[in-house]
Nanobody, 118 residues
Framework: QVQLVESGGGLVQPGGSLKLSCVAS????????MRWYRQVPGKEREWVAS????????NYSDSVKGRFAISRDNANKMVYLQMNSLKKEDTAVYYC???????????WGQGTQVTVSS
């Protein structure tokens, strides 16, 4: 049974930082591309960042480029999202996603709330 569990969300002031974590179980982690998405009520889920299965390739949406950093630890089946210079518009539920490298099979976590507010 595959599980992705996010943590690290919370309330932070504009300009602050948070680091999200996602731990995976039930899969061969090194065979999965890992991604972070976010969603606000009434809007579609938005892709934020991706990291290749070997950790060498990283991509970011324009809205977070230069502020967020994705990383992974294959030994411990973890993926992280370091979020700096947070803005109010970064407020959302953040989801961890695992996509198998050989096909479109994927899994989602339950999400963690990030609120940026003064």
């Amino acid at each position: 049974q595959v599980q992705l569990v996010e943590s690290g969300g919370g309330l932070v002031q504009p300009g602050g930082s948070l680091k999200l974590s996602c731990v995976a179980s039930g899969l061969i982690f090194r065979n999965y591309i890992m991604r972070w998405y976010r969603q606000v009520p009434g809007k579609e889920r938005e892709w934020v960042a991706s990291i290749s299965n070997d950790g060498y390739r990283r991509n970011y949406s324009d809205s977070v480029k230069g502020r967020f950093a994705i990383s992974r630890d294959n030994a411990n089946k973890m993926v992280y999202l370091q979020m700096n210079s947070l803005k109010k518009e970064d407020t959302a539920v953040y989801y961890c996603n695992a996509r198998y490298i050989a096909n479109s099979n994927g899994y989602w976590g339950q999400g963690t709330q990030v609120t940026v507010s003064s």
